[in-house]
């Protein structure tokens, strides 16, 4: 199960921020990265043992586990599957034009003025 998991860290240089980095990619099942470094806080989404990052990282620099939240999906299909086509809102508006059109002059009104 893919997680997201937010850290907070203490980095007094880049030093340490490329060997935190360097720790952290060396995970497996890790999909995204992200540090915030005017906030201290390391970003990790993936299938991850949250504990064992903690562990890891508190090696290198002194780490606190902020958060652990499972990773939210991007739900791509759904947006494609409703393209402007098809949405329902679109139809009633086509049936009440096409409504309109008959009364104002549809083919039987056509064949009774012709007799």
């Not at 402007?84 to 086509?94: K, Q, S």
């Not at 409504?99 to 064949?111: F, L, M, N, R, V």
């Amino acid at each position: 199960m893919k997680l997201k998991v937010v850290m907070i860290l203490q980095l007094h240089d880049e030093k340490q921020k490329k060997k935190v980095m360097q720790t952290v990619t060396s995970f497996d099942g890790i999909d995204r990265i992200s540090m915030d470094m005017k906030e201290m806080k390391l970003k990790v989404v993936g299938d991850v043992d949250p504990i064992d990052l903690v562990n890891q990282l508190r090696n290198l620099c002194h780490a606190d586990l902020l958060s652990v939240a499972p990773a939210m999906e991007e739900k791509n299909d759904k947006t494609n599957e409703e393209s402007p086509e098809n949405t329902p809102e679109d139809r009633p508006e086509e049936e009440e034009e096409s409504g309109a059109e008959e009364e104002a002059g549809g083919p039987e009104k056509d064949a009774a003025l012709v007799k």
